[in-house]
């Protein structure tokens, strides 16, 4: 059986062991356990990012690769996670196994992230994977070797070597976008820490990061290494170095430039510390650097000799990232040590962030949600937030650990869509432990959401509908600098035609367009996101009778359900009718709310106040602009005052909606003359002075 069909006998292994769920590989455990984590026998272990990775036997005696979220005190643990099956299959592929002092252990490799390194034998040969999540892994192109044994990973960056090739293979996990970073070079010492690979240079002690992402070298420094370094390990800002199993060992600090001589032997590095296993006198013991000398080493735990020579990643492993130590007992109980050794300030190793537009409908053939990563050098706590053009907050998403792995849909946090238009996020991280904090932001354009008012194109800006006399409907549209910048028209509408620019009847998130036809038919056009509508566009009447109103005006959501409305005025009466859009393509009965029989002008304008809910603008014979403010129940409130001794000379005013980019909705007038005004809205429920933009209007029979 290939490895690549590896995945789906992982899948029917686990059921037919009774493993349970798969993301468990066991019975439901509770959400937490008590720290030390009894276990019937550990055979791997390694700790990365608060997460805890150890092979273990399930209850029904198979094998697992386990993950546990630590507390970040140490002293409880949650819910395991499969990260495969570490046991033989029927066909004799497995995992790699080395001799341990439990019999054979599988050499983990944690990333930090929750992702776990290790290899995979099939058919006698060895196929490095990363395993991402409880049942897939990342393996792709990675070649068929013996002898393989991770160096390193960090995040989404891994180092292997192969005794068989002699070629050490360096990679990234690419979860979203494809990465090419790939090398396949000579073995040497290597470390990753993020997008850099550390590396020795040429001559003694000198050591090169080389930018993965970029692909150079970027900076080299100089250790004090009497050698050519021959094992690295990187965290943050120190770079540890040996020369060899038994030679000289030192920690250079990259922040202050200086060589920190340390203990030789094997060790594993933390944030400011290091670990060795003193066989001799059975203990862990740490050295602590972090203030730029070594300590002398201090016991933190009890670990017997055993009969392996090197037990790193076997019965005790170190956390690199900001972390604590883990150790098997002789009970086989896992135990954390704390570090006792302040830590880094939070700060991000790397990150992955996504196009600066969101397509929610997938038009473009881009993703339907916005993607991001970021890894940080250790545990924190953080929030992402999503706000519109006026600060009012779309989404909030709160996670914690090293890895931010972010995917916005955009929907709001009441799970509906959010409006169409330019979005600024921010992301804000702290520390779950020690000090720091992490922020960083952007701005994103969101398309395919709700569309905003008058706006029957694709993004957030409103569109102006003309009607000329030769019986075509023109959408004008914006680019968002306050005015119109081209257009896109469909002939055949016959004069006395009425539109209605509208928003969504439905659920497609597309703006429909409501035409009263001459004979008083009201027709229902389905939203085309973008282009024109001709008479015999796909369409759906929704009664007879309506030449009775002499306005007809879409003022945005009256009714507080996110859904456009339509307002009427009886020219009979005077009296204003709410028209509820059903949100399955037809108009509730009418509901009459006002009687408004003197204005000149009754104008849909959106939300004007910032409140969320649709506003009314009327003008009366006095030449007073007055505004209305809706309030979410199908009313509005009493009327306030925008302007005096304005509008004698416009004989059209549309509340367009946001034209100037700012996401608040704008008003444009014609006057006799055919100049065209806009009026920038604050978004306070009032708008700036007019400002010419455009002239030779007058020809046009409607603008709506």
Partial sequence: ????????????????????????????????????????????????????????????????????????????????????????????????????????????????????????????????????????????????????????????????????????????????????????????????????????????????????????????????????????????????????????????????????????????????????????????????????????????????????????????????FGGDIAYVGTDNAIQVVQSGVPTQSLAKIESDLDDDTLDAKGRTGAGTTWNSYWQLNKPADWTFTVKDAQGRTDRTITGSGTAIDLSWDGKTDSGTYAYNGPKTWTLTATAAEGSGTYTTSGALSLDGGRQGHHDQGYYSYGELVTLNSAGGLTLQYTKGKGAFDFKQSASGWPSGTVAVPFGDMGSDRCAEMLIRMPNGELRRYAGKCGTPYAPSSSHTSLGTGWNAYNVLTAPGDLTGDGRTDLLARKASTGDIYLFANDGAGKLKAGVKIRTWSTYKKIVGAGDLNGDGFGDVLALDKAGTLWRYDGTGTGQVKERVKVFSDWGASYNAIVGVGDITGDGRNDLVARDTAGNLYRNTGTGKGSFAARVKIETGWKGYKGLF
Wanted: proline share 4%; hydrophobic share 35%; net charge negative.
């Fill in 1 to 320: 059986m290939t490895r690549h069909a590896r995945i789906a006998l992982t899948l029917v292994s686990l059921a037919a062991l009774g493993a349970g769920s798969l993301t468990t590989a066991g019975p439901a455990a509770a959400d937490t356990a008590p720290m030390p984590l009894q276990t019937s026998g550990v055979y791997g272990l390694d700790y990365a990012g608060g997460v805890l990775t150890a092979v273990e036997t399930a209850p029904s005696g198979a094998q697992f690769v386990r993950n546990r979220s630590v507390a970040p005190d140490g002293t409880t643990v949650g819910e395991a996670t499969s990260r495969g099956y570490a046991d033989t299959f029927a066909d004799g592929d497995h995992v790699q196994r080395v001799a341990c002092d439990a019999g054979s252990c599988v050499p983990l490799r944690g990333a930090g992230n929750g992702n776990v390194g290790y290899f995979f034998v099939d058919d006698d040969k060895e196929y490095a994977q990363v395993w991402v999540g409880p049942n897939n892994y990342h393996s792709a192109d990675e070649p068929a070797v013996t002898g393989g044994r991770f160096v390193d990973v960090t995040g989404r960056y891994f180092v292997y070597d192969a005794d068989s090739t002699g070629k050490q293979y360096v990679d990234s996990v690419q979860e979203y976008r494809s990465q090419d970073v790939r090398l396949t070079r000579s073995i040497t010492a290597a470390s990753v820490w993020g997008s850099l690979l550390w590396k020795p240079g040429t001559g003694n002690g000198v050591v090169s990061a080389y930018d993965l992402e970029a692909k150079k070298t970027v900076t080299t420094v100089s250790t004090g290494a009497p050698c050519t370094v021959k094992e690295l390990q990187t965290v943050g800002r120190w770079l540890y170095w040996n020369c060899g199993p038994t030679g000289a060992a030192g920690v250079y600090d990259r922040t202050a430039k200086k060589n920190v001589t340390v203990p030789s032997g094997p060790a594993l590095v933390g944030d400011g510390y290091l670990v060795q296993h003193d066989r001799t006198a059975g203990k862990l013991m740490l050295t602590d650097f972090h203030s730029g000398t070594a300590a002398a080493a201090r016991e933190i735990a009890d670990l017997p000799a055993g009969n392996t020579a090197d037990q790193r990643r076997l019965t005790w492993t170190v956390d690199k």
